[in-house]
């Protein structure tokens, strides 16, 4: 009944793509149909499949969810993604709620949650993305979480009980690790997360393995590792990703210059950007920002994961 009830809800309150609703941090989707392959971001944030599949890459890793499916992302990672199967008649339908680590940090410090696994600074970095089975009590508290759109006077006083409950499901839950890692400063997940954010910032300048892991208080061969766990990627490979998603950006505003783009984003190499860039998104820069521009250039989706 729960599914049910949930599709119900979101086809009501999703107006198409992705929603942001009345409650702080609460998405909904509905997607009407299957969608080519889309690079941009993800966030922190836990989603569910109402109805329809989706598949996120990841670096080397692809996640494939659907009905009654849950998936968690713990940081912003470049990712690709495609709805596989929704129609008019049967659109993908989904729910999201932004992870924010400062609640999560909050429930870690409460005496109940006390019997979780806490990470401790050598422990294994987890996934930054992972998905799961949603059982019948997370189901009922998105539900909940969904029902308080139509008594818009509960949200200020039921919405953080709920979200707590949510929070505290998936924590204690299969994929629970990456969750309560991000609550915890110095966990290895947040070291790696700290320098995603760091190396996104400066995207454009060269990168050092080994600065980077003084950064993250690593060794470099455990930083490696542990970047590697969580982001499915090598730190040359997600600075490449996120290189080439600004300047497919950049050219959709100034479609002509290349070459300009290519030396703004860190290339020495126009042809090298030209090669990188086919081999990311299957066309050349030109043909590809051409056929963008006629599809109305890219989804501003504010979460690919839902």
């Given at each position: 009944m729960s599914l049910s009830e949930l599709r119900t809800l979101i086809s009501r309150h999703a107006s198409g793509g992705?929603?942001?609703?009345?409650?702080?941090?609460?998405?909904?989707?509905?997607?009407?149909a299957a969608e080519?392959?889309?690079?941009?971001s993800t966030g922190s944030i836990l989603a569910v499949v109402a109805q329809g599949s989706?598949?996120?890459s990841v670096g080397s890793a692809v996640h494939d969810y659907g009905p009654g499916d849950y998936?968690?992302?713990s940081m912003e990672l470049p990712v690709s993604g495609r709805y596989r199967d929704a129609t008019p008649d049967h659109p993908a339908l989904g729910f999201g709620l932004e992870l924010r680590p400062d609640a999560i940090a909050e429930l870690l410090l409460d005496p109940g949650s006390s019997g979780l696994a806490r990470a401790g600074r050598g422990d294994k970095a987890p996934p930054a993305v992972s998905v799961g089975v949603a059982d019948a009590r997370l189901l009922d508290a998105v539900v909940r979480m969904l029902r308080l759109l139509d008594h818009p006077t509960d949200?200020?006083?039921l919405a953080p009980l709920i979200e707590r409950e949510l929070l505290w499901l998936v924590m204690s839950g299969e994929n629970g690790d990456s969750v309560r890692q991000l609550g915890l400063a110095d966990s290895s997940l947040n070291r790696v997360r700290h320098v995603v954010r760091w190396m996104r910032d400066r995207y454009s300048e060269p990168v050092r393995v080994d600065e980077l892991?003084?950064?993250a208080s690593m060794s470099t061969s455990a930083f490696h590792r542990a970047f590697h766990a969580v982001t499915a990627m090598s730190p040359i490979q997600y600075q490449k990703s996120v290189r080439l998603q600004e300047a497919r950006l950049r050219l959709l505003a100034n479609p002509a210059d290349i070459a300009g783009t290519a030396y703004a984003v860190g290339y020495?190499?126009?042809?090298?950007?030209?090669?990188?860039?086919?081999?990311?998104?299957?066309?050349?820069?030109s043909r590809d920002v051409s056929q963008?521009?006629?599809?109305?250039?890219?989804?501003?989706n504010l979460s690919p994961a839902i």
């Amino acid at each position: 009944m729960s599914l049910s009830e949930l599709r119900t809800l979101i086809s009501r309150h999703a107006s198409g793509g992705v929603t942001a609703t009345a409650i702080p941090g609460v998405l909904v989707a509905k997607v009407d149909a299957a969608e080519a392959q889309e690079d941009t971001s993800t966030g922190s944030i836990l989603a569910v499949v109402a109805q329809g599949s989706k598949r996120l890459s990841v670096g080397s890793a692809v996640h494939d969810y659907g009905p009654g499916d849950y998936l968690v992302t713990s940081m912003e990672l470049p990712v690709s993604g495609r709805y596989r199967d929704a129609t008019p008649d049967h659109p993908a339908l989904g729910f999201g709620l932004e992870l924010r680590p400062d609640a999560i940090a909050e429930l870690l410090l409460d005496p109940g949650s006390s019997g979780l696994a806490r990470a401790g600074r050598g422990d294994k970095a987890p996934p930054a993305v992972s998905v799961g089975v949603a059982d019948a009590r997370l189901l009922d508290a998105v539900v909940r979480m969904l029902r308080l759109l139509d008594h818009p006077t509960d949200i200020p006083i039921l919405a953080p009980l709920i979200e707590r409950e949510l929070l505290w499901l998936v924590m204690s839950g299969e994929n629970g690790d990456s969750v309560r890692q991000l609550g915890l400063a110095d966990s290895s997940l947040n070291r790696v997360r700290h320098v995603v954010r760091w190396m996104r910032d400066r995207y454009s300048e060269p990168v050092r393995v080994d600065e980077l892991a003084q950064r993250a208080s690593m060794s470099t061969s455990a930083f490696h590792r542990a970047f590697h766990a969580v982001t499915a990627m090598s730190p040359i490979q997600y600075q490449k990703s996120v290189r080439l998603q600004e300047a497919r950006l950049r050219l959709l505003a100034n479609p002509a210059d290349i070459a300009g783009t290519a030396y703004a984003v860190g290339y020495e190499s126009p042809s090298q950007f030209s090669r990188e860039y086919r081999r990311q998104f299957g066309a050349p820069p030109s043909r590809d920002v051409s056929q963008l521009l006629q599809s109305n250039g890219l989804s501003l989706n504010l979460s690919p994961a839902i």
